[in-house]
Antibody
């Protein structure tokens, strides 16, 4: 079955760019009508959608993060990517990638990766 | 501040029925499907209810979802200790053109 796995540095410096990769296995990232999404969860807080991408490269982002976020895809590697620029301590949290259906059904999810923003 | 409003916490004793509410507006719950997620401690969320009241295979039938107007509810009939988790509602928001979440409700089974 479909599985997702996040990877990337666990530490980012303030005002730098956070970069994460989501690797999809058990299915083709371009072989379905799914979108692919990134979400985050600050420590002890709730979930926030960051943005989503289709295998063609079509994207849409959370307006609250627009301007700082960029999501891209590499279908040959079955991966999609997140870049979040000018990070601050407020961006610290667990970042999840997930398959997205019908706009709001995230399933399945990756296990999540903790990113701490600190100098 | 989350777009959808949930109570921060609730509790129940084993076997009791517990209900979690999720309040939104005409641009999200009022015009789109509602989804519910369960997040067990230290794990990623998983979908519990999709399209207002549908259960994925493997989700016990003691979990049920409903929607009325701009509000939705998740009910757990006969709550068990293993149901102790955080629960989140979500829906597409037409105004924001993206999915929005509730702040989450922490369920304690006493």
């Amino acid at each position: 079955q479909l599985q997702l796995q996040e990877s990337g540095p666990g530490l980012a410096k303030p005002w730098e760019t956070l970069s994460l990769t989501c690797t999809v296995s058990g299915g083709s990232i371009s072989g379905s009508s799914y979108y692919w999404g990134w979400l985050r969860q600050p420590p002890g807080k709730g979930l926030e959608w960051i943005g989503s991408i289709y295998y063609t490269g079509s994207t849409y982002y959370n307006p609250s993060l627009k301007g700082r976020v960029s999501i891209s895809v590499d279908t040959s590697k079955n991966q999609f990517f997140l870049k979040l620029s000018s990070v601050t301590a407020a961006d610290t949290g667990i970042f999840y990638c997930a398959s997205l259906h019908w706009g709001s059904l995230f399933d399945p999810w990756g296990q999540g990766t903790l990113v701490t923003v600190s100098s | 501040q989350s777009v959808l409003t949930q109570p921060p916490s609730t509790s129940g004793t084993p076997g009791q029925k517990v209900t979690i509410s999720c309040s939104g507006s005409s641009s999200n719950i009022g015009s789109n499907y509602v989804y519910w997620y369960q997040q067990l401690p230290g794990t990623a969320p998983k979908v519990l209810i999709y399209r207002n009241n549908q259960r994925p295979s493997g989700v016990p039938d003691r979990f049920s979802g409903s929607k009325s107007g701009t509000s939705a509810s998740l009910a757990i009939s006969g709550v068990r200790s293993e149901d102790e988790a955080d629960y989140y509602c979500a829906a597409w928001d037409d105004r924001l053109s993206g999915p929005v979440f509730g702040g989450g409700t922490s369920l304690t089974v006493l």
